[in-house]
């Protein structure tokens, strides 16, 4: 991923594959905490046209995926909950053991979040024992890419043209003072994740909150998540967070054949 151009980026492949796509947002919008949703809210968080997505929405009512509300509002449908049912139940067998052991190496609060879209969701939190602290991060909760050490040491996988659309559709919103908010701050600091192998998010999704993060790469090397360290500023530095670096690494390369 060389960052400096949009040079040479195409449009998508496949009509289905981008009427595919558009139908998962929709489902990701409708499933997003603080439901059940309106229309208008679906539409936006799914970035797809209101025509567009009253026809998905209709479409997945039929199939289960979504219920409707008697306010016309949406929710998860019967289908949608006991397909989660069966993935959760589905776990690979060593992934806790993996986030219990990077926890009892750092002494702070682990999470495993999942690429999703154009976000990332929490799948598991584990706090830290003896910590005078929580963070206000949940297991289900969806994060922006650019602010989060999990999104960037993503973002630091995947190929420049899907970077770059991304940033095309999104934009770099501003979440904190620190958030990085142009292409070229987000591109040398991708650059900096792959030359040393962990992201550092210093402040940048949330004031006081510091996090070390690595992708957990697929058999074809395209990440499928990542697990992270979270820390507060008033308590641990850059430096001390920094030294966590083997630990999440290993633990990152433990995670690969289970998720």
Not at 5 to 31: I, M, N, Y
Not at 216 to 234: D, E, I, K, Q, Y
Request: charged share 20%; with cysteine.
């Amino acid at each position: 991923m060389d960052g400096t151009s949009a040079g040479g980026r195409t449009g998508r492949t496949s009509a289905a594959g981008s009427a595919l796509e558009k139908s998962l947002r929709v489902l990701e919008a409708v499933a997003a905490p603080g439901g059940p949703h309106r229309l208008a809210e679906v539409t936006a968080a799914a970035a797809v046209p209101k025509s567009s997505t009253f026809r998905i929405l209709a479409s997945l009512i039929d199939q289960g995926f979504v219920r409707q509300e008697a306010d016309s509002r949406y929710a998860v449908g019967p289908r949608l909950r006991g397909l989660s049912a069966l993935v959760g139940a589905g776990e690979p067998a060593g992934v806790g053991g993996v986030l219990n052991e990077l926890r009892r190496a750092t002494g702070q609060t682990v999470h495993l979040a999942l690429h999703s879209g154009r976000n990332i969701t929490c799948v598991r939190k584990l706090e830290s024992d003896g910590q005078p602290f929580r963070t206000a991060s949940r297991v289900g909760m969806r994060m922006p890419l650019h602010t989060t050490a999990i999104g960037k040491s993503i973002l630091a996988h995947l190929p420049a043209e899907e970077v770059w659309e991304l940033i095309d559709a999104t934009g770099l919103p501003r979440r904190t003072p620190r958030t990085l908010t142009t292409a070229r701050a987000l591109h040398a600091q991708l650059a900096a994740v792959r030359e040393q192998g962990f992201a550092l998010d210093d402040e940048e999704n949330e004031t006081t909150i510091r996090c070390i993060g690595a992708a957990v790469l697929g058999p074809a090397g395209r990440p499928v998540g990542g697990v992270s360290v979270t820390t507060v500023t008033f308590l641990v530095s850059r430096e001390e967070i920094e030294a966590y670096a083997p630990a999440l690494r290993t633990a990152a390369l433990a995670l690969a054949p289970l998720l």
